[in-house]
C-alpha cells in the first residue's frame, strides 16, 4: 500500500517541479535521491528516508 503511495508522490513531486530528472535519476535540491525510477521508490520507502519522505510531502502540501 505504502508504494503505491510513494509511487503517487513521486509522480506529484515531478509534476510540480519539487523533483528534477537528469537521465534516468532523481533530484531533489540537485541531491540524487535515486538512480532510477524504482530505486527513488526503495529510497523513500526505507525507514531511514523517512524524514526526507515528511519533508517532501511538507512541501508537496505547501504548493498545492
Known amino acids: 500500500r505504502s508504494n503505491i503511495k510513494v509511487r503517487a508522490l513521486i509522480f506529484d513531486l515531478e509534476k510540480t517541479g519539487i523533483f ?19 530505486d527513488t521508490v526503495d529510497h523513500l520507502l526505507d525507514p531511514k528516508s523517512q524524514e526526507l519522505l515528511v519533508k517532501l510531502k511538507t512541501t508537496l502540501e505547501a504548493r498545492k
Open 20 to 38: 528534477r530528472r537528469k537521465g534516468t535519476a532523481y533530484l531533489y535540491n540537485d541531491q540524487q535521491v535515486g538512480f532510477d525510477y524504482e
